[in-house]
């Protein structure tokens, strides 16, 4: 058997013989070359009874040995299981002790040497409870001085510290991770609340998925408090579960977007009638393949009621042919019109910031001509929209040909010869190319008064700066690069507001794509099992619902979630910051136990 | 021998409870699919069986129809058809939560017993 070296701890393999010699001098020999060899001698004793009583003395020592051995063992388990019970506490208390202690190394020590000072930043509001709780800190530590607490003046920018709570904390770890606001500049997480779920809605538009969504965020937020006591380190549940109040409010918009889609799981809800009826007569509609319901007046007979539905799309377009072809017009120019109403917002909160840290010049040479081009360009457009929907009706008004969806024009092309100064043509030799009386005058004076805006944003600030500078020869003013730095962003401005226009398109690229693959998903799953004549359609339906709705939800809700979650992210970082947010600052980090705590454990 | 009957003593203690057919993961799945599963195969029993036309394009028919009442029976028979369907479907559904539900239940109690 092998024995264990006591010095290593490793296994030794021992062999044990015996030697038998006669005389002096070979006992010297044999003792020398055992010495040689490192083996241990044994004194063998002659007689037997000697050799038994030897070998149960060493029995008796090993079983000795052996007992104290094991009561050392129990005796060394019980302290420490006594000690495991207040590890924890001990590496809190350590823990804490050892981040007041890198705290305190930050004061000061006075000149007298008697008392520490400290610079830090607090929140103003809290002035009074920071008072409070260093007077409580006095009676706790039982000493007759009190600290005093100044107000200093600092060239140092401060750090940005916004209060949230469990509901807002989510949106605004949203906005910090494109960048911490700059002190006191306008936070955009408190427009995000409601924003966000918004667009993100549009992309998302289904109600069946929307429920779906909602019901887990409910079921997070309900069982809160079991599921933050569980302390799970997935980092992807940890994302969702931290996002609950987030996917709470997408899903409700997603919700309302669905009914105004009419779109649950790619089914319309019928619930106010359609507004469309067929016009043809039965012996027609057996022997056509299609046929378009016209909705004009023919005669007496208009393939539509004359009062639009209730809430949201009619659906009789879920079995239109041209189903796509009519939702494509309508939400892109949703889309589009969303776009600039959400830029010119960031455009004006930029007026607020300007306002608030009293720049006059940034009014004056960066927000009026900002506006102004970006309204003159693109709400024009947003306003040519609502006159294209209001100005035209099938077969026109009172049966106006000029009136009628013959003679309506593009807006893209329309837009497009505006912008190169180009006279529009008309679509049909009757029609009239313009939608309205002077049309082609009035863009000419837009475009003229936004083309005016680019060298008003590019020129005007650094010349005012250079003249407030020349009054004040001390400073250091840079001409150059003033002026390079305005061109840059003129040029960031005038070409971003087309591509950031273009961009909200994705608005209707989202929702297209949604739409579609939730459509194929049931006409390629579900319809299967709703296909067979049989009872055995039922079990069939019963399996094949069970793999629709897992594809449903990992594909759908999941999948396409994180996509329109991406780029609604995209579209508020990009399209809305970067019209006002300068996103330079840096987080308030007060000194706090929770957190060392939590990023020890984290740590672990 | 001895070292037999140790082996044997560790390893094959007997069990009282029968053990679970799947997790509790699994379980809790099944749990919420099956209650899915029976409102929305419900919900679309009932439209199938008030002739919706929504549900039009999932009924089978043939491409091409040379009478009109053959195409009319055929609709007809095709909704109903699916409306049962659709409700033996939710009927499984309901035996299937039965099952889930008893799963999950027993997963539970064999986490607190240990």
Redesign the interface.
Known sequence: DPLEDPNAGDEVLKSVFVIFFQGEQLKSRVKKICEGFRATLYPCPDQATDRREMAVGVMQRLEDLNTVLGQTNDYRHRVLAAAAKNIKVWFIKVRKIKAIYHTLNYFNLDTSQKCLIAECWIPRLDMEAIQLALRRGTEASGSTIAPILNEMQTTESPPTFFRTNKFTGAFQALINAYGVASYREMNPAVYTIITFPFLFAIMFGDAGHGTIAFLFAMWCIVKEKQLLARKSDNEIWNYFFNGRYLIALMGIFSIYTGLIYNDIFS????IFGTSWQVTLSMKDI?HVKDSMIDPAMRGNVSGYHGTPYPFGVD?IW??ATNKIVFLNSFKMKVSIILGVIHMLFGVVISFLNSKYFNKPVNIFCEFIPQVVFLSFMFGYLALLMFHKWTAYVAGGFDGDYFTSERCAPSILITFINMALMKNNEPDAPECDPYMYAGQSGLQTLLLLIALVCIPWMLFAKPFLLKKAAASKPNEHFDFAEVMILQGIHTIEYALGTISHTASYLRLWALSLAHAQLSEVLW?MVL?I???????Y???L??AL??AW??LTVGILCLMEGLSAFLHTLRLHWVEFQTKFYQGQGYLFVPFSFETILKQAEAAE | QTCLIHFIKRYCKPNPERMALCGPKLSLCCTVLSAWGIIQLMLMGVFFYVRSVALIEDIPLEEEYDQMSKLHTDMENGYQQNAYNCWIAALLYLVTLCISVQQFWMNNKSTYRV
Do not use: Y
């Open positions: 089914k319309s809800l019928n057996q659906p879920q079995i006409n319809r099992g709703l296909a067979w004549n049989d009872w359609g039922g079990v339906l019963w619902f069970g709705a897992g």
